[in-house]
């Protein structure tokens, strides 16, 4: 049987590694594989933004994939703590009884919510604002190229 509250953190904490997935779907899910592809590019461009500046064009490309991987993952958390116990329990324990267990909600599955709340908001509006300073500095820069 699949539990909520576990689900619901693995898609917070492991999520940009595909852990969730894996955890409901199996180890065949190609999401699940696919997942660590953004989050590898992005601590890729956090490494180039390291080791050339935050001048690196192609590191302010690549490190919003990191964020905006974290933010996915953190909204589906919250989906999977808000899904009702009889929805839950439809779609990943079908031979379970409609108000098992697995899919109730109890404080470990709000703290999941939260925090998931807290921080996956916070990186998107972090990776949002991010990527357009990033590229507004980086058109100022080409018009005084051009202009000179």
């Known amino acids: ?6 689900a619901a953190w693995l ?7 595909g852990l969730h997935r894996f955890y409901l779907h199996g180890l065949g899910d190609t999401l699940g594989w696919l997942l660590p592809i953004p989050t590898a590019l992005g601590l890729y461009g956090v490494e180039r933004a390291r080791l050339y500046g935050l001048d690196d064009g192609l590191s302010w490309a690549l490190i919003p994939l990191l964020g905006f991987t974290i ?3 953190a909204l589906t958390a919250i989906v999977y703590g808000l899904m009702t116990a009889e929805k839950w329990n439809a779609r990943f324990n079908a031979a379970a009884p409609a ?4 899919g109730q909600t109890g404080w470990i599955t709000i703290g999941a919510v939260v925090v998931s709340l807290l921080i996956g908001s916070t990186v998107l509006m972090a990776s949002i604002a991010f990527s357009f300073q990033r590229y507004f500095e980086h058109q100022v820069e080409e018009g005084r190229k051009i202009s000179q």
């Open 1 to 6: 049987m699949k539990n909520k509250t576990l």
């Open 11 to 17: 898609a917070f904490l492991g999520g940009p590694l």
């Open 71 to 73: 933010a996915a993952c």
């Open 99 to 102: 108000d098992a267990a697995p």
